[in-house]
């Protein structure tokens, strides 16, 4: 897969005009988007249309965790208006996980991924939560972050999901326990010396793919960017060999 391929521009915004503005201003540099709750919330899907009649791939982030049939309506609705990727909570279990590919059969170029620990939460986070690892002496502390979200992983490899989302730190992993073949989504990249954000396990994009990241979801170092082309092939020359 080629450097541009692997990288969506996340469209984190609240309103219609700035998303249209980094569309534009990107043109054919990026092909990739994503498209989370507060977007589509407050602009509704015509904005996923409007890319999709543009040419490029949308990554509907919905993170949907709910009884297995209002998730499949979900999907469907998503696979409906053209996107490429569709998340569900990878926590919300087989019978969700299963629903949602059921769904997505109808649409051959939709992938449903799971998302497995999301990228601000840390092992005490977990822990907050009664998720813990096999160990609590502090020195377990990342690996007990990295067993759930590979517990996850293999759960929703069980349930025919066709890959993950995770932090780069986990991607190595991931890519071991999956194989070759599923897609290994990777928010929380940020360019050397540039801002994590509130992702607490980040990494840059040149670190996630040759782990084992399938894409990197880039937002603000793109987006919030002066010159976000220029900075978009920031992101695309870390990619390369």
Same mark, same amino acid.
């Given at each position: 897969?080629?450097?541009?391929?692997?990288?969506i521009?996340?469209?984190?915004?609240?309103?219609?005009?700035?998303?249209?503005e980094?569309?534009?201003?990107?043109?054919?540099?990026?092909?990739?988007?994503?498209?989370?709750?507060?977007?589509?919330?407050?602009?509704?899907?015509?904005?996923?249309?409007?890319?999709?009649?543009?040419?490029?791939e949308?990554f509907?982030? $919905?993170?949907?965790?709910?009884i297995p049939?209002? /998730?499949?309506?979900?999907?469907?609705? %998503? @696979? !409906? &208006?053209?996107?490429?990727?569709v998340?569900?909570h990878?926590?919300?279990?087989t019978?969700i996980m299963?629903?949602a590919?059921?769904a997505?059969?109808?649409f051959p170029?939709?992938?449903?991924?799971?998302?497995?620990?999301v990228?601000?939460?840390?092992?005490?986070?977990l822990?907050?939560?009664?998720?813990?690892?096999?160990?609590?002496?502090?020195?377990?502390?990342?690996?007990?972050?990295e067993?759930?979200?590979?517990r996850?992983a293999? $759960?929703?490899e069980?349930?025919?999901?066709h890959g /993950?989302?995770?932090?780069?730190?986990e %991607? @190595? !992993? &991931?890519?071991?326990?999956?194989g070759?073949?599923a897609?290994?989504?990777?928010p929380?990249?940020?360019?050397?010396?540039g801002?994590a954000?509130?992702?607490a396990r980040?990494?840059?994009?040149?670190?996630?793919?040759?782990?084992?990241a399938?894409?990197?979801?880039?937002?603000?170092?793109?987006t919030r960017?002066?010159?976000p082309?220029?900075a978009f092939?920031l992101?695309?020359?870390?990619?390369?060999?």
């Amino acid at each position: 897969m080629e450097p541009t391929s692997r990288i969506i521009v996340a469209l984190d915004f609240d309103n219609r005009r700035a998303a249209d503005e980094v569309v534009d201003r990107l043109g054919e540099e990026c092909r990739f988007y994503k498209v989370g709750l507060e977007l589509l919330t407050a602009v509704g899907p015509g904005l996923i249309e409007d890319l999709v009649t543009k040419g490029k791939e949308v990554f509907l982030d $919905l993170k949907l965790f709910e009884i297995p049939n209002s /998730v499949a309506g979900a999907v469907r609705a %998503a @696979g !409906a &208006l053209g996107v490429s990727m569709v998340t569900v909570h990878a926590m919300g279990g087989t019978g969700i996980m299963a629903a949602a590919v059921a769904a997505a059969r109808d649409f051959p170029r939709l992938r449903v991924l799971a998302l497995t620990v999301v990228t601000s939460m840390t092992s005490s986070d977990l822990a907050d939560i009664g998720v813990t690892g096999s160990t609590e002496t502090s020195a377990a502390t990342s690996t007990s972050t990295e067993e759930q979200v590979l517990r996850l992983a293999r $759960l929703a490899e069980g349930a025919g999901c066709h890959g /993950v989302i995770a932090s780069p730190q986990e %991607a @190595g !992993a &991931l890519r071991g326990v999956l194989g070759s073949n599923a897609l290994i989504v990777t928010p929380g990249v940020a360019l050397p010396g540039g801002s994590a954000g509130e992702h607490a396990r980040s990494g840059t994009p040149g670190a996630a793919v040759a782990a084992g990241a399938s894409h990197v979801v880039v937002g603000r170092s793109v987006t919030r960017a002066a010159d976000p082309v220029a900075a978009f092939r920031l992101v695309r020359a870390d990619l390369e060999p």
